[in-house]
């Protein structure tokens, strides 16, 4: 018997909407299935009661060095240009992050000249031969005060770990700066998507071989679709049913808050709290937007063990037990596993991107 459809996609995020559309322009009839009430996973924003653009599951800000990427979605959005900016405040001071020279001169109350802020790092870094974890990370390339400063607190706080119990590429997310360029990316494209994320994830998935169906939990009964092909880009363990324990997501809860009787509260979009406050930072949404509205709204974020899943926490264990779920994922045929939470890694939104197309391409 004919199936319904050649594929059936859980998930309407970045992972799921993408394969979803390049297998629909390859004549694939798809249907995609999300439990949230909307698409456009994590990415997903909307306007607040307030006509204010917010990203519920927290700040998105698209930044890509992969023109692929970035041509692929401009078939499905225009863009504003916006080169995010974040301070860290400590004892009531703000500071550039990532440390920059402008950063080290507050913090020493110096005045070096971007020739020489090498040197001073080169006194103040404890070397590695073998940079492993994060902790590796942030002492070999700015020393322990920078390090207790802007890292150790925030990192507690955003994974209940230490630096040294995460790998390395957490940390190397941020990375250190001789002179005064004070963006949080240096990527060559970096745009916010004009009208939103939400209107690009609705242009994405507007095809004639594309039906979505929200607020189905396709694990609660899996066998009630009919399909040639799968495609899953929810949490991997829970695909399994743990049967090799849970492989620990990091949760976050988010405030959010609208500001009527101020246009502005922060001089730059995200805020970041490394020791002060129970919240790891603050965003103001229009910083990023550039929305002409009154008033403004910002979202506190704080992290928990529970809840949503929101990020893999990167460490060899973790990575050990993930390696057993790939195996068996890579083992199945005719079901595919792609996304932040299936592949279980630390991507941003244009690597979810990369990796959606290239798995596409290998299946058409
Ligand atoms: P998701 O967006 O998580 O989508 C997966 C979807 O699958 C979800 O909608 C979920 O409801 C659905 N699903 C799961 N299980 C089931 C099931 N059983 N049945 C049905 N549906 C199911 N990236 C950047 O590039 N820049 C940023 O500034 C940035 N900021 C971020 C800030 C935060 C707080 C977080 C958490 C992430 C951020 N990211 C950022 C990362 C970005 O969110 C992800 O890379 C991207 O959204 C992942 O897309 P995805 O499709 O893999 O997963
Ligand atoms: N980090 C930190 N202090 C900062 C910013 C980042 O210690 O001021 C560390 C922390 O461990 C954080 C990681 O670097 O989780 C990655 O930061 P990023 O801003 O990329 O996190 P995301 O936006 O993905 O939450």
Known sequence: MTKKYDFLIVGAGYAGAVCARQLA??????????????IGGNAYDEKDENGVLIHPYGPHIFHTNSKKVFEYLSHF????FYEHRVLARVNGQYYPIPINRLTINKVFGLNLKE?????????????????????????????????????????????????????????ARIPTRTNDDDRYFTDTYQFMPAEGYTVMFE??????????????DFLADRDQWSYEKLIYTGPVDAFYDYCYGRLPYRSLSFEHQHLAS???TQTVGT???????????????KHLTGQNVSGTSIVREYSKAEGDPYYPVPNPNNEALYKKYQE??????GVYFVGRLAQ?????????????????????
């Open 262 to 264: 101020v246009e502005s």
């Open 344 to 364: 279980y890694r630390y991507y941003n939104m244009d690597q979810v991107v990369a990796s959606a197309l290239s798995l596409v391409e290998k299946l058409i």
């Open 203 to 216: 242009k994405i998935l507007d095809s004639a071989n594309i039906d979505v169906n929200l607020n189905v």
């Open 271 to 285: 805020v970041n709290y490394p020791n002060e406050e129970k919240f790891t930072r603050i965003t103001e949404f």
């Open 328 to 333: 068996k994922a890579d083992s199945e045929s």
């Open 77 to 80: 959005t225009d863009w504003r």
């Open 25 to 38: 322009d390859a004549g694939k009839k798809v249907l995609v299935l999300d439990k949230r009430q909307h």
């Open 115 to 171: 020739e020489d802020v090498e040197a001073f790092l080169d006194a103040k870094r404890i070397p590695k031969d073998s940079v492993k974890t994060s902790e590796d990370v942030v002492l070999n390339s700015v020393g322990p005060e920078l390090c207790e400063m802007f890292f150790r607190g925030y990192t507690k706080k955003q994974w209940n770990l230490d630096l040294s119990e995460l790998s390395a590429g957490v940390a």
